[in-house]
């Protein structure tokens, strides 16, 4: 009995591994199969690029040829009018920027005037560099002595060894 539940062991072992081996089998394959769809993706986006591109280039020639009197189909005609319309809307606010733009620089250049401009000229600096050299408020007469009490008042008195810095703890 024993080697009847041996080979049962073997058996299911075996099919589980299988098992396991196909269904890896089929991730792999379903991994390849995406990764084969996502290339083919991209390369729908670029040909879509591509056309858009294209499409764009098409209209900026028809629009110039309509610049030049030589558009005669009416679909296209009119497509072309509506642009030279937003093209006037465009060039409109645009001049309402450039308005608001001035407005805002005069402004600027209005509160910058100044009313008292003297220290912007040559003499008011000289002025005041002439003040900034003058001495302040002293005699020659008081240079030449020293007060000996402001002296005396400067240093401590008593004994520096007692300061009131130290204390007893």
């Known amino acids: 009995m024993e080697k009847d ?24 394959d379903a991994a390849q199969r995406a990764m084969h769809i996502q290339r083919l993706k991209a390369q729908m986006r670029k040909l879509r690029s591509q056309r858009r591109k294209t499409i764009y280039a098409i209209g900026e020639q028809v629009y110039a040829l309509h610049a030049r009197g030589k558009v005669r189909n009416l679909d296209v005609l009119d497509n072309c009018q509506s642009i030279d319309e937003f093209m006037q809307q465009v060039a409109q606010l645009q001049e309402q920027i450039d308005s608001i733009r001035a407005q805002a620089r005069q402004a600027r250049a209005d509160a910058q ?17 002439a003040a900034e050299d003058e ?20 240093e401590p008195e008593g004994d520096p060894s007692e300061s009131d810095d130290t204390e007893d703890d």
């Open 5 to 28: 539940g041996w080979e049962q062991a073997k058996q299911a072992s075996g099919s589980v591994w299988k098992q396991i081996k196909r269904g890896g089998e089929s991730a792999a």
């Open 113 to 129: 005037e100044l009313t008292d401009d003297s220290f912007l000229t040559d003499e008011a600096a000289k002025e005041e560099e």
């Open 135 to 154: 001495p302040a408020d002293t005699d020659d007469a008081d240079l030449d002595e020293a007060p000996d009490a402001e002296v005396e008042a400067d």
